[in-house]
C-alpha cells in the first residue's frame, strides 16, 4: 500500500495549497456528516508546538506510540521475561513475551514506517532492565542504541518522546520469583513498592533511572512521560497480581501494602519530575527544555442496574467512586499535593512535594465500563473497593452499537468517547495542557482501524474548537505487539506484523492517518468516508460482520 509521504506532498505543493485554503475550516467539526443532513466540513490542524508552556498553545502534533518491553527483542532481563517465559527458564505465568516483534534489532529500520506517515512525533519506551540489567551496572552499549535512535529520528525530522516506565521493571526492583523476599532488601531484590524498606528505595531508583536518561539525552529530548497508566500498573503488579511481580493485596491488605505501593508510585513521579527538571535544561527544538507529564488509562463510566443505562443515584455515585479511584485519585495527589487513602476526594496526607509535578497530562482511552452501586451480596461482578459492581459487556451493560465491540480484548470501544473524557479532564484541570499520548483499536480489518483514528482525531478537534488545550495525538501502536496478558492476538498496530517473518505491512489505517498527517488536514472526503458517530466496519467474523 503506497503511503503519500511529507516530501512527496511538498514537492507537488499539495500540502501548502491544502493547508492554507482549508485554515478557515480549523474549528468546523461536523462529527455527525451526512446522515445529519449535510456534508461533513474539512479541518486543519495547525503545526506542533511545546507540549507545555503557554507558547505551545494552540499547536497540534500527529504522533504514534510503543513501549519497548511490547516490541523489543532480547529483553531477558526484564520481570514480563522472567513472568511468561516457559519453566525453566522462567515462571510461564501468561503468553510469553519472546522477541516481541523484533524492535530492538530493526529499531533504525521502523523509523521508516513513521516517515512515511509523515506523523510529527515518536513516542517511546527506554527499557529500564536493558540499561541497568543489576542495579547500579549500566549498559553503555543499550545506552548508545537509543542515544543512535534519538539521533535518527531528529534527521527525518521526528519528534522524540521519551517514556521512562512502561509498566516493565528489572528483575532487581521486585523478583516475581520471590515475591514474599523474606530476606529484606538487597542488591538483586529490592522487595517492591509495598515494601516498607524497599519501596523507597525502588521510587528512588526510578528516579535515578530518569536523570541517568535526561543527562545523556536531554539535549536531544524535550518531552517525558514518567509512568505510563499508573493505576493499570497497580492491577497488574499490586491489585490482582496478574502480571510481574504477582501480588494481590487489593483485598488482603489494601490500607497497608497496596496503598504503600501506590504512595510510592506517585512519590516516584515526583522524584523522577524534579530529577529530569535538573538534568535536563538544554531546549532541544521543541521551545522548552523539558515539558514532563505522565500518562493515565481514561474510561467511560456509564452507570447501569438490570441491563440498562441507570439514571439512579445510587449507581451514578457509585460510577463516580470508581472513577475517583481508578483516574482522579492519582492526579488530584499530584494536583494538590496529598494523599487520600479512604477515596472520599478529600486528602488525609500532605505531601507538598508532590504538588505542581505536572507539566502536561497524558490521556489515554480505550473502553467503556459499566458501574452500578453493589447490592446486599457480592456478585462475579463486585469490584473489592469503593462499594461498586463493574462490567464491560452485555447483558450487565447495554452496548452503544454493536460494531463497536473489540473481541480480542472483550469491550466496547466507544470513538466518540474522546469528547466528553477530554471536557472532563479540562475542566478539573484548568490550565494544565493535555495529550492524547495513545489512542487505538484492536482489529484484524484495516478500514476498522482507519475508522477509528479518523473519528478520534474528529473528537480532538471538536474539544479544541471549544477552546479546550489538546495539544496532539498519538495513535497505539505503530504496529502490532505483545499485547501483555492477551499475548499476540489483539492487533492493534497501523502496521500488521507476520511474527514468522518479522515483516511490517501498512494497514488502511497507516495510510489514512500519513495522509491527514502529510496535509494537516481532516478532509471532507475521509470524513465522510470513516468518520461519524453511527456504526464502524464490523470485526470480521463476528455476528455484525455476517448478518446481511
Known amino acids: 500500500m503506497k503511503i503519500l509521504s511529507r516530501k512527496s506532498l511538498f514537492r507537488t505543493g499539495v500540502f501548502v495549497a491544502v493547508a492554507v485554503l482549508l485554515t478557515p475550516f480549523a474549528n468546523a467539526v461536523d462529527t455527525g456528516g451526512e446522515r445529519h443532513g449535510k456534508k461533513p466540513a474539512a479541518t486543519a490542524f495547525p503545526t506542533p508546538g511545546p507540549l507545555s508552556g503557554l507558547a505551545g498553545k494552540g499547536g497540534f502534533r500527529f504522533g504514534v506510540a510503543s513501549s519497548a518491553t511490547q516490541i523489543e527483542d532480547r529483553n531477558e532481563n526484564t520481570d514480563w521475561y522472567k513472568w511468561t517465559a516457559p519453566s525453566p527458564e522462567g515462571l510461564g505465568r501468561s503468553p510469553f513475551v519472546d522477541n516481541a516483534v523484533d524492535g530492538y534489532t530493526k529499531a533504525i529500520d521502523d523509523i521508516d514506517l513513521i516517515e512515511d506517515m509523515n506523523l ?95 543527562q545523556r539525552f536531554g539535549d536531544r529530548v524535550d518531552e517525558w512521560v514518567t509512568i505510563n497508566e499508573p493505576m493499570v500498573y497497580m492491577h497488574f503488579a499490586h491489585a490482582f497480581g496478574a502480571g510481574p511481580p504477582g501480588k494481590a493485596n487489593l483485598v488482603g491488605d489494601f490500607k497497608g501494602r497496596y496503598q504503600a505501593a501506590l504512595r510510592n508510585l506517585i512519590d516516584a513521579h515526583a522524584r523522577m519530575y524534579r530529577a529530569i527538571k535538573a538534568a535536563d535544561t538544554v531546549d532541544g527544538g521543541s521551545g522548552e527544555p523539558a515539558a514532563i507529564g505522565l500518562s493515565m488509562s481514561a474510561k467511560q463510566y456509564i452507570p447501569v442496574r438490570d441491563g440498562r443505562i441507570s439514571d439512579e443515584r445510587r449507581d451514578i455515585d457509585a460510577a463516580d467512586r470508581m472513577r475517583r479511584y481508578f483516574e482522579w485519585n492519582v492526579t488530584d495527589a499530584l494536583w494538590q499535593g496529598g494523599f487520600d487513602t ?68 472483550n469491550y466496547e470501544s466507544d470513538p466518540t468517547a474522546l469528547y466528553p473524557v477530554l471536557k472532563d479532564y479540562g475542566r478539573r484541570y484548568d490550565n494544565l495542557p493535555l495529550t492524547v499520548t495513545e489512542s487505538g483499536i484492536a482489529s484484524d480489518s484495516g478500514k476498522r482501524r482507519a475508522e477509528f483514528t479518523v473519528r478520534a482525531l474528529e473528537q480532538i478537534q471538536k474539544v479544541r474548537a471549544e477552546g479546550g488545550d489538546i495539544r496532539g495525538y498519538y495513535h497505539w501502536s505503530l504496529m502490532d505487539n505483545f499485547e501483555w496478558l492477551g499475548g499476540y492476538g489483539p492487533r492493534f498496530g497501523l502496521y500488521a506484523v507476520d511474527r514468522s517473518t518479522m515483516r511490517r505491512t501498512p494497514t488502511e489505517a497507516a495510510e489514512v492517518y500519513g495522509r491527514i498527517a502529510g496535509a494537516r488536514v481532516l478532509s471532507a472526503d475521509l470524513r465522510k468516508r470513516y468518520g461519524g458517530d453511527g456504526p464502524m466496519t464490523p470485526e470480521p467474523g463476528t455476528a455484525a460482520a455476517v448478518r446481511p
Open 120 to 214: 510529527d512525533a515518536y513516542r517511546f519506551g527506554i527499557e529500564w532492565a536493558r540499561v541497568e540489567p543489576r542495579r547500579d551496572h549500566i549498559d553503555e552499549k543499550a545506552l548508545k542504541h537509543y542515544s543512535d535512535f534519538i539521533d535518527a529520528l531528529l534527521a527525518r525530522g521526528i519528534r522524540p518522546m521519551i517514556t521512562v516506565h512502561h509498566f516493565a521493571n528489572p528483575v532487581w526492583v521486585d523478583d516475581p520469583a520471590d515475591v514474599e523476599c523474606a530476606a529484606g532488601p538487597s542488591d538483586t531484590n529490592l522487595c517492591g513498592l509495598d515494601h516498607p524498606e524497599g519501596g523507597p528505595q525502588v521510587a528512588q531508583e526510578m528516579a535515578e533511572f530518569a536523570k541517568l536518561l535526561a
Open 342 to 409: 479512604d477515596l472520599d476526594g478529600t486528602m488525609d496526607e500532605s505531601h507538598p512535594d508532590w504538588r505542581g509535578t505536572l507539566d502536561f497530562l497524558g490521556i489515554q482511552l480505550y473502553e467503556r465500563v459499566g458501574v452500578s452501586e453493589t447490592g446486599p451480596e457480592p456478585t462475579p461482578n463486585t469490584f473489592p473497593v469503593g462499594n461498586v459492581d463493574v462490567c464491560a459487556t452485555a447483558p450487565c451493560l447495554p452496548p452503544r452499537d454493536e460494531t463497536y465491540f473489540v473481541p480480542d480484548m
